[in-house]
């Protein structure tokens, strides 16, 4: 079973940049979709971007397009999530999780394990 430690987050201003990296253990981290989700003060946990097992197919949830990017190295087992012009709206605990399909990451659905998440804190 794939194990996940999430880190990177942090307090950044409005319009700043943080760079989340997710270290994978387990043999076959490189057989797994990997997603980033993030879960709000009183909300829901929602995907914010996957990757397929090979890097070659990506999906991000529409509130992030154009300003987030999910990359992975399967060398070095670690997922990132750059994060470009942080809105107080992003502020939220990060989660990395791993998946067998890219498609369930698409739907928001993950079955775990999770890591203990990243805090990104977004001031305006």
């Known amino acids: 079973q794939v194990q996940l430690v999430e880190s990177g987050g942090g307090l950044v201003q409005a319009g700043g940049s943080l760079r989340l990296s997710c270290a994978a253990s387990?043999?076959?981290?490189?057989?797994?979709?990997m997603g980033w989700f993030r879960q709000g003060p009183g909300k829901e946990r929602r995907i914010v971007a996957a990757?397929?097992?090979?890097?070659?197919?990506?999906y991000y949830a529409d509130f992030v397009k154009g300003r987030f990017t999910i990359s992975r190295d399967n060398a070095n087992i670690t997922v990132y999530l750059q994060m470009n012009d942080l809105k107080p709206e992003d502020t939220a605990v990060y989660y990395c999780?791993?998946?067998?399909?890219?498609?369930?990451?698409?739907?928001?659905?993950?079955?775990?394990?999770w890591g203990q998440g990243t805090q990104v804190t977004v001031s305006s």
């Open positions: 387990g043999r076959t981290f490189r057989s797994y979709a």
């Open positions: 999780a791993a998946e067998t399909s890219l498609f369930s990451l698409r739907m928001g659905r993950s079955k775990g394990p």
């Open positions: 990757v397929s097992w090979s890097g070659a197919d990506t």
